[in-house]
Each structure stands twice: as structure tokens, then as C-alpha cells.
């Protein structure tokens, strides 16, 4: 499975596309780890808006999105 794709929609809400799991949940930082990269998310009143098979979305205020390699 290749790398995340990662859609952000100005400073509220980030859509992750492809297989992930959350592996931090906090109101002001969540990762979500996709195969060998985790997605980092910091801000504040995040949440999880959207999670399924292929996608899910966090919504707040969107300070920081980083990728992290290997045990992230």
C-alpha cells in the first residue's frame, strides 16, 4: 500500500485518504499512523469528524500537520 494522501481545507478540517489507524487521540494533537508514515496533527478542539475503510477527517483549529517515519 503506498503513502497517505493527505487534503487539508485551509486551517479547520485535514482528510487522510488510505489505510490508517489513530494511534494518539488528544484535543490538541492526533497521529495517524498509515503503513510506515504517521501523520501528525496538532492544533486545538480537535476531532475525529469522519473515519471508515478509506478515509477519515479531523476537524479544529489546524495549527500543524507533520509526517513522521519509522516508529513516529
Known amino acids: 500500500m503506498g503513502d497517505?494522501?493527505?487534503?487539508l481545507d485551509g486551517n479547520r478540517s485535514v482528510v487522510i485518504?488510505?489505510?490508517c489507524a489513530i494511534?494518539?487521540?488528544s484535543e490538541t494533537e492526533m497521529?495517524?499512523?498509515?503503513?510506515?508514515?504517521?501523520?501528525r496533527v496538532s492544533g486545538d478542539g480537535l476531532e475525529l469528524?469522519?473515519?471508515d475503510e478509506a478515509e477519515l477527517s479531523i476537524v479544529g483549529l489546524i495549527?500543524?500537520?507533520?509526517f513522521l517515519t519509522?516508529?513516529?
Open 4 to 7: 497517505p494522501t493527505v487534503e
Open 70 to 72: 519509522g516508529e513516529g
Open 49 to 51: 469528524r469522519t473515519l
Open 23 to 25: 494511534t494518539l487521540y
Open 63 to 66: 495549527a500543524e500537520v507533520g
Open 31 to 39: 497521529r495517524v499512523r498509515c503503513g510506515g508514515l504517521t501523520v
Open 17 to 19: 485518504t488510505g489505510r
